[in-house]
Nanobody, 123 residues
């Protein structure tokens, strides 16, 4: 099992950047898929991006392609979400999630969730 710990949220102006981190305080990410999701106030949770640890496969939601980048650090057992060119509509609580084997764009497929980190983009 893994226990996810997120960090890196904050307040940034439109056009700015933030990097979110997702690690585990228990276990390792080997043979796990990691997903990033977000939930804005009054909206449904939505898929942002995902990575399958074993294959390195990465996929993004259309609305973040070209702006957000997922990467990993094998040695540190960390997954990152680099967010550039942020827009006010990116304001949300961001979550990382994990499931065994491959990643998914579907939230209910994930078994483990981080506590969430707030990202606020001012105009």
């Amino acid at each position: 099992q893994v226990q996810l710990v997120e960090s890196g949220g904050g307040l940034v102006q439109a056009g700015g950047s933030l990097r979110l981190s997702c690690g585990t305080s228990r276990g390792t990410f080997s043979n796990y898929g990691i997903g990033w999701f977000r939930r804005a106030t009054g909206k449904e949770r939505e898929f942002v991006g995902r990575i399958t640890w074993s294959s390195g496969y990465i996929d993004y939601a259309e609305f973040v392609k070209g702006r957000f980048t997922i990467s990993r650090d094998n040695g540190q057992n960390m997954v990152y979400l680099q967010m550039n060119s942020l827009k006010p509509e990116d304001t949300a609580v961001y979550y990382c999630a994990a499931r065994r084997t491959v990643s998914s764009s579907v939230a209910i497929a994930y078994d483990y969730w981080g506590q969430g980190t707030q990202v606020t983009v001012s105009s």
